[in-house]
């Protein structure tokens, strides 16, 4: 079975500063795709950012970056320069794709930025 | 791009009743659509998943008859919360997959739907 952890239930960071959120998961898959999405207090969750296990390279999109190693299944979000409106529970979650595509989920970690 | 709503946004009903929440992807073709529940401060629990034209599929532990999916179109899926109880209220949460290209194995959130069932 498919399984997805994240071993930080609440992180905090002050704005300005670096923060590294942790994802590891599990799986017997060759190919799959990874996840990070947000969930501010509005409660719609958001497309962070997106990884295919086929690629090498870490996705990144302007201050989220993500560190693929996936020898290790391990699957960290790093965001820089951290603002106000990152404040929100963030979910790491896993896909192998195909007809039912289902995502699997973390528990979350809730990311507080202090100003 | 890849606009996912959800109407209505927050529904307080009458135990006994029934209440229709709309799914809707605005700007791309969905042959895929997920409904799912979460309870406060806890994680997403995929509810079905459906495949438009098709009958839908559910999780383990979910009634069928009580959570009907429609998935007439490739731009829009319903659930129906038959016969509401106070223990269904909850965050509800549609989700809708492109149908192809780079982006197709990507998941798009509506903003999720407040049911109260007094």
């Known amino acids: 079975a498919q399984t997805v952890t994240q071993s930080q239930p609440e992180m905090s960071v002050q704005e300005a500063e670096t923060v590294t959120l942790s994802c590891t998961y599990d799986t017997s898959e060759s190919n799959y795709y990874l996840f990070w999405y947000k969930q501010p207090p509005s409660r719609q969750m958001i497309l962070v950012i997106r990884?295919?296990?086929?690629?090498?390279q870490n996705a990144t999109e302007n201050r989220f970056s993500v560190n693929f190693q996936k020898a290790a299944k391990s699957f960290s979000l790093k965001i820089s320069d951290s603002q106000l409106g990152d404040t929100a529970m963030y979910f790491c979650?896993?896909?192998?794709?195909?007809?039912?595509?289902?995502?699997?989920f973390g528990t979350g970690t809730l990311l507080a930025v202090q100003p | 791009g890849a606009v996912v709503s959800q109407h209505p946004s927050w529904v307080i009903c009458k135990s006994g009743t029934s209440v229709k929440i709309e799914c809707r992807s605005l700007d791309f073709q969905a042959t895929t659509m997920f409904w799912y529940r979460q309870f406060p401060k806890q994680s997403l629990m995929l509810m079905a998943t459906s495949n438009e034209g098709s009958k839908a599929t559910y999780e383990q532990g979910v009634e069928k008859d009580k959570f009907l999916i429609n998935h007439a179109s490739l731009t829009l899926s319903t659930l129906t919360v038959t016969s509401a109880h106070p223990e269904d209220s909850s965050f509800y949460i549609c989700?809708?997959?492109?149908?192809?290209?780079?982006?197709?194995?990507?998941?798009?959130f509506g903003p999720g739907t407040r049911l109260l069932v007094l």
């Open positions: 990884q295919e296990a086929y690629k090498q």
């Open positions: 989700s809708a997959r492109s149908t192809s290209g780079a982006e197709g194995e990507t998941q798009y």
């Open positions: 979650a896993f896909t192998a794709g195909g007809a039912t595509n289902k995502l699997i």
